[in-house]
């Protein structure tokens, strides 16, 4: 049997409030600060996703529409996917990574602490979809870059420093119309 290459085809960049699905043939990479991602994977199929959400929930929903920003809605849109694959959500290994407290107490306190409602956010409905939760890197101070593998289920998160947070954003910016 020849071994499978390592290196995904595809690689996908999302941006706040973005989310993505695909199988083993895709690499998802993202910058976190106080947003949240949670990476859902099955082993035997190798399909899997990642989510980058800003807020917990929505204060007032005025729509029907999901939205990736949403840590609630996030997590619907991936659990959409799972549904459509046909495999049981518990044969899912879940990963979150985020939350970091990025700004100041007092203008943390101002925004209502943002990167610890993420974090419940993020456990809790973990807790309740009963998810297989295999790592957490949650909390802290510095931003966070992530590299979710589909082939193998890896996820990589190195804390950033601000250079490079600097040349991530440059070197993965949407293009502007």
Same mark, same amino acid.
């Given at each position: 049997? +020849?071994?499978?290459? %390592? *290196?995904?085809?595809? !690689?996908?960049?999302?941006?706040?409030?973005?989310?993505?699905?695909?199988?083993?043939? *895709?690499?998802? $990479?993202?910058?976190?600060? =106080?947003? /949240? =991602?949670?990476?859902?994977?099955?082993?035997?199929?190798?399909? #899997?996703?990642?989510?980058?959400?800003?807020?917990?929930?929505?204060?007032?929903?005025?729509?029907?529409?999901?939205?990736?920003?949403? #840590?609630?809605?996030?997590?619907?849109?991936?659990?959409?996917?799972?549904?459509?694959? #046909?495999?049981?959500?518990?044969?899912?290994?879940?990963?979150?990574?985020?939350?970091?407290? /990025?700004?100041?107490?007092? !203008?943390?306190?101002?925004?209502?602490?943002?990167?610890?409602?993420?974090?419940?956010?993020?456990?809790?409905?973990?807790?309740?979809?009963?998810?297989? /939760?295999?790592?957490?890197?949650?909390?802290?101070?510095?931003? $966070? &870059? /992530? &590299?979710?593998?589909?082939?193998?289920?890896?996820?990589?998160? +190195?804390?950033?420093?601000?250079?490079?947070?600097?040349? %991530?954003?440059?070197?993965? *910016?949407?293009?502007?119309?």
């Amino acid at each position: 049997m +020849k071994a499978e290459a %390592a *290196t995904a085809e595809k !690689e996908v960049f999302l941006h706040p409030g973005d989310w993505h699905f695909a199988g083993a043939d *895709t690499r998802i $990479r993202t910058l976190l600060g =106080s947003c /949240v =991602s949670i990476t859902l994977w099955h082993p035997k199929a190798r399909v #899997g996703g990642m989510c980058h959400y800003l807020l917990a929930h929505r204060e007032n929903r005025r729509s029907d529409n999901l939205s990736g920003r949403y #840590g609630d809605e996030a997590m619907l849109l991936l659990l959409r996917e799972i549904l459509a694959t #046909g495999l049981p959500l518990k044969e899912f290994g879940a990963k979150l990574i985020g939350g970091a407290a /990025v700004l100041s107490s007092i !203008e943390r306190h101002k925004m209502r602490d943002v990167p610890s409602r993420n974090i419940d956010m993020a456990r809790a409905m973990a807790h309740q979809l009963g998810l297989n /939760v295999q790592a957490e890197d949650l909390g802290g101070n510095a931003p $966070r &870059v /992530v &590299v979710f593998d589909i082939a193998n289920g890896h996820v990589w998160v +190195k804390q950033s420093q601000e250079a490079e947070l600097n040349l %991530a954003l440059t070197n993965k *910016t949407r293009k502007q119309t």
